[in-house]
């Protein structure tokens, strides 16, 4: 097990998925939004985290005892938008070259499978060489290939190459996750300080930035039991999209719940169903130490005592 101080033993917003044409338009767009909340729900957006709050910097020991201890993992999410069942797996393997972070989604018969191959870097910083979402659709397909300092992305959008220059070091969506829980796991919230990440994303043709701000830490009852959940809000660069993300403090800040907002108002809600992290399938609490059956304060939340403070 890993022996970082700071962290305990533990153990993420859509993209339109377009169904078959032979669908009505009603049920069309329905599923196009609820595979868009799968994918963009659980690949966030990336690069190198910047603080706006004094909250101490992940150490590299922490960095690199919390991937050790993470891989092998993979998390199954489910969510249903007007009748419709959504499924979407997340997992995280071992290559020759470093690892495989991958994701797959199903609604009906149609399907969306994204993969990032990267690296771990001498300070314990995911470095990300190649980056693929595949659903089938010239709209959302596409391809990145990262430059060996990660501070250049080439998009391969539409037939189309793209050039994209970073200020700092540049991830794909499924590494900014694996980040951000990184993060979170190796910096002292003890203190109760305000909490803010910004990373800048590589997606499609260009680069955007998403900012997560800590908004409390409660108990969250799941599929798998009552989890100590950290709740981040995240929004984006126009202020028009709005995702509020639960991460299992003692399990990896993996996320295991996620609410997206669309501009036009519309809700959306992915939750865990199963999380196994090598040989270990996750299970929570029964109920809320020192509680008795939970009053729920925010949804099936119930704050935890002190961290909020």
């Given at each position: 097990?890993?022996?970082?101080?700071?962290?305990?033993?533990?153990?993420f917003?859509?993209?339109?998925?377009?169904?078959?044409?032979?669908?009505?338009?009603?049920?069309?767009?329905?599923?196009?939004?609820?595979?868009?909340?799968?994918?963009?729900?659980?690949?966030?957006?990336?690069?190198?985290?910047?603080?706006?709050?004094?909250?101490?910097?992940?150490?590299?020991?922490?960095?690199?005892?919390?991937?050790?201890?993470?891989?092998?993992?993979?998390?199954?999410?489910?969510?249903?938008?007007?009748?419709?069942?959504?499924?979407?797996?997340?997992?995280?393997?071992?290559?020759?070259?470093?690892?495989?972070?991958?994701?797959?989604g199903?609604v009906?018969?149609?399907?969306?499978?994204?993969?990032?191959?990267?690296?771990?870097?001498?300070?314990?910083?995911?470095?990300?060489?190649?980056?693929?979402?595949?659903?089938?659709?010239?709209?959302?397909?596409?391809?990145?290939?990262?430059?060996?300092?990660?501070?250049?992305?080439?998009?391969?959008?539409?037939?189309?190459?793209?050039?994209?220059?970073?200020?700092?070091a540049?991830?794909?969506?499924l590494?900014?996750?694996l980040?951000?829980?990184m993060?979170?796991?190796?910096?002292?919230?003890s203190?109760?300080?305000?909490?803010?990440?910004?990373?800048?994303?590589?997606?499609?043709?260009?680069?955007r930035?998403?900012?997560?701000?800590?908004?409390?830490?409660?108990?969250?009852?799941?599929?798998?039991?009552?989890?100590?959940?950290?709740q981040l809000l995240?929004?984006?660069?126009s202020?028009?999209?709005?995702?509020?993300?639960?991460?299992?403090?003692?399990?990896?800040?993996?996320?295991?719940?996620i609410?997206?907002?669309?501009?036009?108002?519309?809700?959306?809600?992915?939750?865990?169903?199963?999380?196994?992290?090598?040989?270990?399938?996750?299970?929570?609490?029964?109920?809320?130490?020192?509680?008795?059956?939970?009053?729920?304060?925010?949804?099936?939340?119930?704050?935890?005592?002190?961290?909020?403070d």
């Open positions: 097990m890993m022996a970082c101080s700071r962290m305990p033993w533990s153990g917003l859509p993209r339109v998925f377009s169904p078959s044409l032979w669908l009505s338009s009603r049920a069309r767009l329905v599923a196009a939004r609820a595979i868009g909340v799968v994918a963009l729900s659980i690949a966030w957006t990336s690069v190198q985290a910047q603080t706006s709050a004094p909250v101490d910097q992940p150490t590299e020991a922490c960095r690199t005892a919390f991937l050790a201890d993470l891989v092998p993992y993979q998390a199954e999410y489910t969510s249903r938008l007007a009748g419709l069942r959504l499924a979407t797996t997340q997992s995280l393997s071992r290559t020759d070259q470093g690892y495989r972070l991958e994701t797959r199903r009906l018969w149609r399907s969306m499978t994204e993969v990032s191959e990267f690296r771990v870097d001498h300070s314990g910083h995911l470095r990300p060489s190649t980056y693929s979402y595949d659903r089938n659709s010239r709209r959302h397909d596409h391809q990145l290939q990262f430059a060996a300092d990660n501070h250049q992305v080439t998009a391969i959008y539409r037939d189309e190459r793209h050039r994209l220059d970073g200020d700092s540049l991830h794909d969506p590494t900014q996750q980040q951000l829980q993060d979170l796991a190796c910096s002292d919230q203190q109760g300080q305000p909490l803010q990440l910004a990373y800048t994303v590589a997606r499609r043709d260009r680069l930035e998403y900012r997560f701000e800590r908004i409390n830490r409660t108990w969250l009852r799941t599929a798998i039991g009552w989890l100590d959940a950290l995240r929004t984006d660069t202020g028009t999209r709005e995702t509020r993300i639960w991460m299992a403090v003692e399990h990896f800040h993996m996320p295991v719940k609410d997206y907002k669309e501009r036009d108002g519309s809700q959306y809600r992915m939750e865990i169903e199963s999380l196994r992290i090598g040989d270990h399938a996750i299970r929570g609490r029964a109920s809320p130490p020192e509680q008795g059956p939970p009053a729920a304060t925010n949804g099936d939340t119930v704050r935890v005592p002190g961290f909020d």
